[in-house]
């Protein structure tokens, strides 16, 4: 079991940046590839980022390209996500996931979710 984490959510302005964290209690992650993943009002949980288990390879949602930047920290405890250039639109639920498997693009392929992050942009 692993149990996730989420902080550095806020209200920003429009253009700002914001760095969000994920810590696995007890545990290190590095045997977990990790999502971000957002949920606005009224919309479905989307697909944000995700890193590989060795850092080595990230992808992200067309949205967020160039914007936001996933990373792992050496001892593998941390993850973040590294949100600038923030938009109204990107207001919303942040989650962070965690996964042994591939998928990285697909919710179901993560078995363990944080509580959570609210992140609010204002215009």
């Known amino acids: 079991q692993v149990q996730l984490v989420e902080s550095g959510g806020g209200l920003v302005q429009a253009g700002d940046s914001l760095r969000l964290s994920c810590a696995a209690s007890?545990?290190?992650?590095?045997?977990?590839?990790m999502g971000w993943f957002r949920q606005a009002p009224g919309k479905d949980r989307e697909f944000v980022g995700a890193?590989?288990?060795?850092?080595?390879?990230?992808y992200y949602a067309d949205s967020v390209q160039g914007r936001f930047t996933i990373s792992r920290d050496n001892a593998k405890t941390t993850v973040y996500l590294q949100m600038s250039s923030l938009k109204p639109e990107d207001t919303a639920v942040y989650y962070c996931?965690?996964?042994?498997?591939?998928?990285?693009?697909?919710?179901?392929?993560?078995?363990?979710w944080g509580q959570g992050t609210q992140v609010t942009v204002s215009s």
């Open positions: 996931a965690a996964s042994n498997g591939g998928g990285f693009r697909a919710a179901q392929a993560y078995p363990y």
């Open positions: 007890g545990r290190t992650l590095g045997g977990y590839a």
């Open positions: 890193i590989s288990r060795s850092g080595g390879d990230t």
